[in-house]
């Protein structure tokens, strides 16, 4: 038995202290918050709740398999998952709307081509038909096995899995096959609105559609094949569930237990420094946090690692209290697609200037029918969504980007305000009457994402991508230094709440079954 200590409190590091004390180690967690869940949280106020992290889950499967592991409750027990249909509703600048069923390709063909016309459906079929191939091509070593120091695998996954459709010629210089997500749609899909549907799933996971390479084409694919679940009582629950199942098998808790390094004994990791001067041995270290702020503030410089520079993007959340109940029919979760995207794509990249009206952010609109979240059925609780650029305070630049400049200071006076208004105007375009419905609203923005969450800049990572050179992978879920070990949303495979989970179950195995252990079968 070993004794584990493990930094954060987040999904991805509770997903692995489960694991673990299944299999006989004691494991201790140090959670420098005063609760659990990391980016998983819930705000309430005046019979109002909201989830302020993620608010779907996709492939559930990682949640089924890891409490079927640990105990005799399978996830069911503990939770009620509900599959949301339609999927989404997406409102488009000319005021089409197109709404597509959960987990049905051939429902999603009907959809596009009732909505965009006749043709559209057929096209994005094609286009996820080569996303499942490049998704079968990686699915092993994009999720299911571990990622250690060597360039090997990075360099394989470096490599852009999706293929050509067969006999085409890419209307590109030389010939070239499209580099990014942006180009893909632009190629395949003709329809700028059917463009903006696919660009819009690299925007939901935080990625910007000109950076990512085409091979992100697998994220619609696995929300469109595997569905999209809802947790009753909001996501939250979800992160409850997996507390208590810790609980359940022994593992310990610390609250308020900052961590201000990695102790090490003859090159390997032998517990933790804390604040205030105390300490905490162990025979394993398991980090849930930041990749950056591991390696920047709790390691020696030498044991730094070449992280992946990616873009860091982080989310603007408003939390509506609305009067009224809620209508009849309404979708659970809507996408208001931007207007102006040269403008978007600029306020990605930190130029707020240009992203000043409503017609320049694509909102997600979620609105669940869920009667624990509203003080009562005369009222409705919606939470409005935007992918922006990190915090970084005035002159310095965001952590997680490629270049500095990128970010924007979200503490500056009236900023957060002023924003919170363009994206509820936003919002007002698919779904007309709300602003008037507000009783109050609360925001949340990157700075109190990093405030939360430890995590630099309130980057929030998405899931691991293969292609574009490895520039879209995660940190190694082994650490140089022997005995460090990483899960967590900045580990791979990434961010997500199954993802996230999917690194507690490979920094478990390598723990429990050594560091030549390749993933579960």
Same mark, same amino acid.
């Given at each position: 038995?070993?004794?584990?200590?493990?930094?954060?409190?987040?999904?991805?590091?509770?997903?692995?202290?489960?694991?673990?004390?299944?299999?006989?180690?004691?494991?201790?967690?140090?959670?420098?918050?005063?609760?659990?869940?990391? +980016?998983? #949280?819930?705000?309430?106020?005046?019979?109002?709740?909201?989830?302020?992290?993620?608010?779907?889950?996709?492939?559930?499967?990682?949640?089924?398999?890891?409490?079927?592991?640990?105990?005799?409750?399978?996830?069911?027990?503990?939770?009620?998952?509900?599959?949301?249909?339609?999927?989404?509703?997406?409102?488009?600048?000319?005021?089409?709307?197109?709404?597509?069923?959960?987990?049905?390709?051939?429902?999603?063909?009907?959809?596009?081509?009732?909505?965009?016309?006749?043709?559209?459906?057929?096209?994005? !079929?094609? =286009?996820?038909?080569?996303?499942?191939?490049?998704?079968?091509?990686?699915?092993?070593?994009? *999720?299911?096995?571990?990622?250690?120091?060597?360039?090997?695998?990075?360099?394989?996954?470096?490599?852009?899995?999706?293929?050509?459709?067969?006999?085409?010629?890419?209307?590109?210089?030389?010939?070239?096959?499209?580099?990014?997500?942006?180009?893909?749609?632009?190629?395949?899909?003709?329809?700028?609105?059917?463009?903006?549907?696919?660009?819009?799933?690299?925007?939901?996971?935080?990625?910007?559609?000109?950076?990512?390479?085409?091979?992100?084409?697998? *994220?619609?694919?696995?929300?469109?094949?595997? /569905?999209?679940?809802?947790?009753?009582?909001?996501?939250?629950?979800?992160?409850?569930?997996?507390?208590?199942?810790?609980?359940?098998?022994?593992?310990?808790?610390?609250?308020?237990?900052?961590?201000?390094?990695?102790?090490?004994?003859?090159?390997?990791?032998?517990? =933790?420094?804390?604040? /205030?001067? /105390?300490?905490?041995?162990?025979?394993?270290?398991?980090?849930?946090?930041?990749?950056?702020?591991?390696?920047?503030?709790?390691?020696?410089?030498?044991?730094?690692?070449?992280?992946?520079?990616?873009?860091? @993007?982080?989310?603007?959340?408003?939390? *509506?209290?609305?009067?009224?109940?809620?209508?009849?029919?309404?979708?659970?979760?809507?996408?208001?697609?931007?207007?102006?995207?040269?403008?978007?794509?600029?306020?990605?990249?930190?130029?707020?200037?240009?992203?000043?009206?409503?017609?320049?952010?694509?909102?997600?609109?979620?609105?669940?029918?869920?009667?624990? =979240?509203?003080?009562?059925?005369?009222?409705?609780?919606?939470?409005?969504?935007?992918?922006?650029?990190? @915090?970084?305070? $005035?002159?310095?630049?965001?952590?997680?980007?490629? !270049?500095?400049?990128?970010?924007?200071?979200?503490? +500056?006076?009236?900023?957060?305000?002023?924003? $919170?208004?363009?994206?509820?105007?936003?919002?007002?375009?698919?779904?007309?009457?709300?602003?008037? #419905?507000?009783?109050? #609203?609360?925001?949340?923005?990157?700075?109190?994402?990093?405030?939360?969450?430890?995590?630099?800049?309130?980057?929030?990572?998405?899931?691991?991508?293969?292609?574009?050179?490895?520039?879209?992978?995660?940190?190694?879920?082994?650490?140089?230094?022997?005995?460090?070990?990483?899960?967590?949303?900045?580990?791979?495979? /990434?961010?997500?709440?199954?993802?996230?989970?999917?690194?507690?179950?490979?920094?478990?195995?390598?723990?429990? @079954?050594?560091?030549?252990?390749?993933?579960?079968?």
């Amino acid at each position: 038995m070993a004794r584990i200590a493990v930094i954060g409190a987040g999904a991805g590091a509770m997903a692995a202290a489960a694991r673990l004390a299944v299999a006989g180690h004691r494991v201790t967690v140090h959670e420098r918050t005063e609760t659990y869940g990391g +980016a998983v #949280r819930r705000f309430e106020r005046d019979g109002f709740a909201f989830d302020t992290g993620p608010g779907l889950l996709h492939l559930p499967a990682v949640y089924r398999d890891l409490f079927v592991k640990t105990g005799k409750e399978p996830l069911e027990r503990c939770v009620e998952l509900t599959q949301v249909d339609p999927a989404s509703r997406h409102v488009f600048t000319d005021g089409t709307a197109l709404s597509l069923p959960n987990a049905s390709r051939a429902g999603v063909v009907r959809a596009l081509d009732e909505a965009l016309g006749a043709g559209t459906g057929a096209r994005w !079929s094609d =286009l996820l038909g080569r996303a499942r191939k490049a998704w079968d091509a990686t699915r092993r070593p994009l *999720l299911e096995e571990p990622l250690r120091p060597g360039a090997g695998e990075r360099r394989a996954l470096g490599r852009d899995p999706y293929p050509a459709a067969p006999g085409r010629r890419w209307p590109l210089p030389r010939g070239r096959r499209p580099r990014t997500l942006a180009e893909l749609a632009r190629r395949e899909l003709r329809d700028p609105r059917a463009a903006a549907l696919l660009e819009s799933y690299a925007l939901g996971h935080g990625f910007d559609p000109r950076a990512v390479p085409a091979g992100a084409a697998v *994220l619609p694919y696995l929300e469109q094949t595997f /569905g999209s679940w809802y947790v009753r009582g909001g996501m939250r629950a979800l992160a409850e569930a997996l507390y208590e199942r810790c609980r359940a098998r022994g593992v310990e808790f610390v609250f308020g237990s900052e961590v201000t390094g990695v102790a090490l004994d003859g090159g390997r990791a032998a517990g =933790l420094t804390l604040a /205030g001067g /105390g300490t905490a041995d162990a025979d394993v270290v398991l980090s849930g946090i930041d990749a950056r702020r591991l390696y920047g503030e709790l390691l020696p410089p030498e044991h730094a690692a070449a992280l992946p520079e990616h873009p860091g @993007h982080s989310r603007f959340t408003v939390l *509506l209290a609305l009067r009224g109940p809620r209508p009849e029919g309404t979708a659970h979760r809507t996408v208001a697609h931007a207007a102006d995207r040269a403008a978007e794509l600029a306020g990605l990249d930190g130029d707020t200037g240009r992203r000043g009206g409503a017609g320049a952010v694509t909102v997600t609109v979620l609105r669940p029918d869920d009667p624990a =979240l509203r003080p009562d059925d005369g009222h409705e609780t919606a939470v409005l969504s935007v992918t922006v650029p990190a @915090h970084a305070p $005035a002159g310095v630049g965001s952590p997680g980007h490629a !270049s500095p400049g990128h970010g924007v200071d979200w503490t +500056a006076e009236g900023r957060a305000e002023r924003f $919170a208004d363009v994206v509820l105007a936003a919002a007002e375009r698919a779904e007309p009457g709300l602003a008037e #419905r507000v009783l109050w #609203r609360e925001l949340r923005t990157p700075a109190d994402v990093e405030r939360e969450t430890g995590a630099p800049g309130g980057c929030v990572p998405g899931p691991a991508l293969a292609g574009a050179g490895g520039a879209f992978l995660r940190a190694d879920n082994r650490a140089a230094p022997a005995g460090l070990y990483l899960a967590g949303g900045s580990a791979h495979p /990434g961010g997500g709440l199954a993802h996230a989970g999917m690194s507690g179950a490979l920094a478990a195995g390598l723990i429990t @079954h050594g560091d030549d252990w390749r993933g579960s079968e």
